[in-house]
């Protein structure tokens, strides 16, 4: 759960918080009736999850008998391994700007390397599509100072610093 506004000053310690990551939702110091809820939204989840390994290995095709591919986005190396054990054919983005987000400063070209290095072994010749590093818009760095634009969606990032940054 991201984005709680003021969430430091609203919990107080010794707090307890019933929090769902499906719904986003935190509550401080449920109700009996709410921690009921959330345990039963939980259980609910973790029966549904249970039902969807046992598909993990079947077939992706449609009633009319055309496969398609199924295809997990990732965002680290790391991601590799639950793509592999739930079934997926493909890793269909990879999203190389979590590296990015993830460092104190720009990864190096070896850093980069070895991350997409993992990320091709790792899926055993299975097709992998790489995202470049989708910074800007609503993805900042604090190391690499952008121009503030109106519309950073359309400005200056992802592949136009891949272009123009190039050595």
Not at 144 to 149: N, V
């Amino acid at each position: 759960v991201l984005g709680i506004n003021n969430i430091t000053e609203l919990v107080k310690d010794g707090d307890i918080l019933a929090v769902s990551g499906i719904t986003g939702e935190v509550v401080i110091n449920p109700t009996e009736e709410q921690i009921a809820e959330f345990k039963a939204a939980g259980e609910a989840y973790a029966k549904q999850k249970a039902e969807w390994a046992q598909l993990k290995d079947a077939p992706t095709v449609t009633a009319d008998g055309k496969h398609f591919e199924l295809a997990a986005n990732i965002g680290t190396p790391k991601d590799v391994e639950g793509v592999n054990d739930n079934g997926a054919e493909a890793v269909g983005l990879y999203r190389t700007e979590f590296l990015y987000m993830d460092s104190q400063d720009f990864p190096t070209e070896e850093d980069q390397y070895e991350a997409y290095k993992a990320v091709l072994e790792g899926m055993n010749g299975k097709p992998v599509v790489v995202r470049t590093m989708d910074i800007g818009g609503d993805k900042e760095l604090p190391y690499f100072d952008l121009p503030k634009e109106m519309n950073p969606f359309l400005g200056y990032r992802a592949l136009r610093i891949s272009i123009s940054e190039t050595g």
